[in-house]
Antibody, heavy 128, light 109 residues
């Protein structure tokens, strides 16, 4: 049973850099993508970005200029850095494993992806 | 398009069937996945792909898709199904970033 355990600073001042780490226990680190997702208080989910075990990344275009996701395969961990934070970045941040498989479609093949499991979430508050 | 649209709120009588929908252009090309989130908890995957349930998810949950609309159906809703439900899929543009719908709050009456 794969489990994700995340941690990081919960209170930041505007312009500081958010830093979170997620450790993967009980399963393979390779063969998956590893994502960060956030949820502002009372609002919906927003995908931040992802990385695979070889370091290939994909970011949300709206956050790309401020986001860096990195991986440490020796520790089965991946990390999120979000620079120049503002109050709008206040949210619960989740890490999650993304599984991607390719299945037959009406024409050719199509990738199917899903997030499972998720970390427990970390509330990050940005306030002066 | 990079948007997935969900109804903000839906209600269902206990034991009845409810359908939660998710609309977006990218759903013409990609399957949606669905997540259940209860207050104070992390989201939980309930449906992925054409209509697949993870281990431990009751078979009253099912998924379907037609055109630009993906649907999550709960057949015989239970009180414990009251939660927020989010759809997710890939965007059709660029590097196919992942996109979430705005969420649907399901109330079981």
């Amino acid at each position: 049973q794969v489990q994700l355990q995340q941690w990081g600073a919960g209170l930041l001042k505007p312009s500081e850099t958010l830093s979170l780490t997620c450790a993967v226990y009980g399963g393979s680190f390779s063969g998956y993508y590893w994502s960060w997702i956030r949820q502002p208080p009372g609002k919906g989910l927003e995908w931040i970005g992802e990385i695979n075990h070889s370091g290939s990344t994909n970011y949300n275009p709206s956050l790309k200029s401020r986001v860096t996701i990195s991986v440490d395969t020796s520790k089965n961990q991946f990390s999120l850095k979000l620079s120049s934070v503002t109050a709008a970045d206040t949210a619960v941040y989740y890490c999650a494993r993304e599984r991607i498989v390719v299945v037959p479609a009406a024409i050719g093949k199509v990738p199917v992806s899903w997030f499972d499991p998720w970390g427990q979430g970390t509330l990050v508050t940005v306030s002066s | 398009s990079s948007e997935l649209t969900q109804d903000p709120a839906v209600s269902v009588a206990l034991g009845q069937t409810v359908r939660i929908t998710c609309q977006g252009d990218s759903l013409r090309s990609y399957y949606a996945s669905w997540y259940q989130q209860k207050p104070g908890q992390a989201p939980v995957l309930v449906i992925y792909g054409k209509n697949n349930r993870p281990s431990g998810i009751p078979d009253r949950f099912s998924g379907s898709s037609s055109g630009n609309t993906a649907s999550l159906t709960i057949t015989g809703a239970q009180a414990e199904d009251e939660a927020d439900y989010y759809c997710n899929s890939r965007d059709s543009s660029g590097n196919h970033p992942r996109v979430f719908g705005g969420g649907t709050k399901l109330t079981v009456l």
